[in-house]
């Protein structure tokens, strides 16, 4: 039980079975975990051959998952600044630039959440990898729409700023109706 | 006991006696032969729970909501949202006939709550979003982790969560 512990403590890039067994054999690992759990060194080297470590399951060989994390916090901290300087400084290009990158962010974080609920063990082979595709359908299909919104229409930032302004005066009155009713109810209240 | 009994004399090479005999000098004979280990190794860690039908874990029901696992999962669902808010957005405009300046001046006319309702159901999964995004990347750079500054970057992010909403909506 306390080797299993140990495994699963151990970095990924150890937990691979071979791997495992072989830094084992080269005692490399002595000095950070066997001075903790002594009991494990002895257990490991007498059954290093036997030690069942469950094998690394991989998302998909061969994908660059690193260049990929990468770029996704690129675009994150790039939206930060993306989204303030296209309000502050609208313009076409800045509409497309703000339209791509958040489609794209849109994409990847919905793509995340996909891979993380629709997954082959609940929903079988097929049902992730449609899920998965029709999620790039949508998302091409929204980008395309945006684009052609900022094109064909007032665009994204305009837009926006469009609806945002509407209610600031009807908020106002909004206000001004209510206040002096909810003041009349406390006098109200506090004279009878 | 008279199972047993009976089994015994059932053997052959017991039939030497009285019980007497029997009980003292019974000797059987082992043979230690080495055979293999039968190794299974098509199994993996999750088919197995799948064979003994395991329930998932960690057990997310038995857990108290706190506020670690509440932002975070509230931050998938407020991603959700304004993706939702874009595309939705995007498709209708595609499939809408007139210009938008047609239908905002339509909204123009709605009850002063539902607006601002609207603008506080955009505005606020947004704010939160960006605000908490933020915790993430400073998180992805490895800064903290630690479990008293992960609280205390919550808390502080959801004062700048209501600052930005309130600003969002007021300014």
Request: proline share 5%.
């Amino acid at each position: 039980m306390a080797l299993a512990l140990v495994i699963r403590c151990l970095p990924r890039s150890m937990n691979g079975s071979i791997r495992t067994s072989h830094m084992w054999s080269k005692g490399q690992l002595n000095g950070s975990i066997f001075k903790h759990y002594p009991a494990a060194g002895l257990l490991a080297k007498d059954t290093n051959a036997m030690v069942a470590v469950a094998p690394r399951r991989e998302m998909s060989d061969g994908g660059d998952h690193v260049k990929l994390w990468t770029a996704e916090r690129a675009l994150s901290v790039g939206l930060l600044g993306i989204i303030p300087a296209a309000f502050i400084v609208p313009s076409p290009a800045m509409d497309y630039l703000l339209a791509v990158s958040l489609v794209m962010h849109c994409h990847w974080g919905i793509e995340a959440s996909v891979v993380d609920y629709i997954r082959p063990a609940i929903f079988g082979p097929v049902i992730p990898k449609v899920a998965i595709a029709s999620l790039y359908g949508l998302s091409i299909f929204a980008l395309g729409g945006l684009i052609y919104f900022s094109y064909s229409d007032v665009g994204l930032v305009n837009a926006v700023k469009m609806f945002w302004k509407l209610d600031m005066r009807n908020i106002l009155k909004l206000v001004c109706m209510v206040l002096p009713k909810l003041t009349l109810r406390v006098t109200h209240y506090q004279y009878s | 006991m008279s199972i047993a009994l009976r089994r015994l004399m059932a053997c052959p090479g017991l039939h030497r006696g009285a019980f007497g005999g029997v009980m003292g000098s019974q000797i059987r004979n082992v043979v230690l032969r080495s055979q293999p280990a039968a190794v299974k190794t098509a199994e993996d860690f999750f088919e197995k729970n799948e064979r003994l039908k395991r329930p998932m874990s960690p057990h997310l029901t038995i857990y108290k909501p706190q506020i670690t696992s509440m932002l975070s999962i509230s931050h998938r669902i407020t991603g959700i949202a304004v993706t939702g808010y874009v595309y939705a957005f995007s498709i209708g405009m595609m499939c809408l006939p007139a210009s938008f300046p047609h239908y905002c001046a339509a909204l123009a006319t709605a009850s002063p709550a539902l607006l601002f309702s609207a603008k506080f159901l955009l505005a606020f999964p947004f704010a939160y979003h960006t605000c908490n995004g933020v915790r993430h990347l400073m998180w992805d750079l490895a800064k903290g982790l630690e479990i008293s500054q992960v609280y205390k970057t919550g808390y502080t992010m959801l004062a700048a969560t209501t600052l930005l909403t309130l600003a969002l909506l007021f300014c």
